[in-house]
């Protein structure tokens, strides 16, 4: 088995991780944790979300977030953009404040998209298409995220044949990567195999990415199928951050410490330091109250206690 001998990592645990938490997070913990994270060596940071406030609260303090930050060079800052409107308020501020590169998302699934956007696939992809144009216009990196590309929590399994279309209209709107999601974490190795294999029709494997959630136990299996296949780009969260409210009972992303014990111990460069990662993991969760989602922290942590 060939595999990579570098992957980058985004961290996704400013946005995504946090952004179902009930208890408020002040925008200080959130750009305390942005600057831990790179200064652990991540170079990719999803920071926030440029929602209405309505729908997810905890994203209200986006553009105070975004002014925040300390920026360091060779690191990309990405942020959330569900629509136009959006994407105008995460470049309302001064340029040196703009994100690097935004994300949009879509679903594989009609019933998750029904359920979380309020469209149709298709309505959300003709959502995005002058976001896309607006945000390369600017010289903005955008990304795609292809939600539900193995399981559904409505309609059950996905098939790759509809991660096939999603990632062809992708294509079609000018999205230069996309990230293959398991939001709900039920796939297994050869099933995200086959929702990659889809992908790479339409993307080449330097612009594909995986995102997986661990609610059985499966993303670092399914993180080890995709490096297999080449895929060196992977979505993971700090100390396990997130869920999703549409999915009962599902856990967070795959916990970035994790991730990277992982691959450091298969000899694979991230250019991340372990230990600084695990003291911005804890950082979060006790800004939370709770331990981090993490075994390789807690493992870590207790032998360094002695």
Same mark, same amino acid.
């Given at each position: 088995?060939?595999?990579?001998?570098?992957? $980058?990592?985004?961290?996704?645990?400013?946005? =995504?991780?946090?952004?179902?938490?009930?208890?408020?997070?002040?925008?200080?913990? $959130?750009?305390?944790?942005?600057?831990?994270?790179?200064?652990?060596? +991540?170079?990719?940071?999803?920071?926030?979300?440029?929602?209405?406030? $309505?729908?997810?609260?905890?994203?209200?303090?986006?553009?105070?977030?975004?002014?925040?930050? &300390?920026?360091?060079?060779? /690191?990309?800052?990405?942020?959330?953009?569900? #629509?136009?409107?959006?994407?105008?308020?995460?470049?309302?501020?001064?340029?040196?404040?703009?994100?690097?590169?935004?994300?949009?998302?879509?679903?594989?699934?009609?019933?998750?998209?029904?359920?979380?956007?309020?469209?149709?696939?298709?309505?959300?992809?003709?959502?995005?298409?002058? /976001?896309?144009?607006?945000?390369?216009?600017?010289?903005?990196?955008?990304?795609?995220?292809?939600?539900?590309? /193995?399981?559904?929590?409505?309609?059950?399994?996905?098939?790759?044949?509809? +991660?096939?279309?999603?990632?062809?209209?992708? $294509?079609?709107?000018?999205?230069?990567?996309?990230?293959?999601?398991?939001?709900?974490?039920?796939?297994?190795?050869?099933?995200?195999?086959?929702?990659?294999?889809?992908?790479?029709? &339409?993307?080449?494997? =330097?612009?594909?990415?995986?995102?997986?959630?661990?609610?059985?136990?499966?993303?670092?299996? #399914?993180?080890?199928?995709?490096?297999?296949?080449? /895929?060196?780009?992977?979505?993971?969260?700090?100390?396990?951050?997130?869920?999703?409210?549409?999915?009962?009972?599902?856990?967070?992303?795959?916990?970035?410490?994790?991730?990277?014990?992982?691959? &450091?111990?298969?000899?694979?460069?991230?250019?991340?330091?372990?230990?600084?990662?695990?003291?911005?993991?804890?950082?979060?969760?006790?800004?939370?109250?709770?331990?981090?989602?993490?075994?390789?922290?807690?493992?870590?942590?207790?032998?360094?206690?002695?």
């Amino acid at each position: 088995m060939r595999l990579p001998s570098e992957v $980058k990592i985004v961290d996704v645990g400013p946005r =995504d991780g946090l952004q179902n938490e009930k208890q408020p997070v002040s925008a200080e913990i $959130k750009i305390g944790l942005v600057h831990r994270l790179q200064d652990a060596g +991540v170079r990719e940071i999803e920071v926030t979300s440029f929602v209405s406030p $309505k729908w997810v609260p905890q994203m209200a303090d986006n553009a105070e977030v975004m002014h925040g930050i &300390h920026r360091k060079a060779g /690191v990309r800052y990405s942020v959330l953009t569900p #629509n136009m409107k959006g994407f105008e308020a995460a470049i309302a501020a001064p340029r040196e404040e703009w994100p690097d590169e935004i994300v949009v998302f879509a679903a594989a699934s009609e019933a998750f998209s029904q359920r979380n956007i309020n469209c149709s696939i298709a309505e959300s992809i003709e959502r995005f298409r002058p /976001v896309v144009a607006a945000a390369r216009d600017q010289g903005i990196y955008v990304r795609g995220a292809m939600s539900c590309a /193995v399981g559904c929590p409505y309609e059950g399994e996905v098939a790759p044949a509809r +991660v096939d279309m999603l990632a062809g209209l992708m $294509k079609d709107i000018g999205v230069q990567h996309v990230g293959v999601a398991d939001t709900i974490g039920v796939g297994t190795p050869v099933k995200v195999q086959r929702a990659l294999e889809v992908t790479l029709k &339409h993307f080449g494997i =330097d612009d594909i990415s995986g995102h997986y959630h661990d609610t059985y136990g499966q993303a670092l299996g #399914n993180t080890l199928a995709s490096l297999a296949m080449g /895929v060196w780009q992977f979505d993971t969260s700090s100390a396990g951050l997130g869920g999703c409210p549409y999915a009962k009972g599902a856990t967070g992303n795959v916990a970035t410490e994790d991730v990277v014990y992982m691959l &450091h111990g298969m000899g694979i460069e991230t250019g991340i330091d372990l230990d600084r990662l695990i003291d911005a993991g804890v950082y979060i969760s006790e800004a939370l109250g709770r331990e981090p989602n993490s075994r390789a922290s807690k493992a870590i942590r207790t032998k360094r206690e002695g």
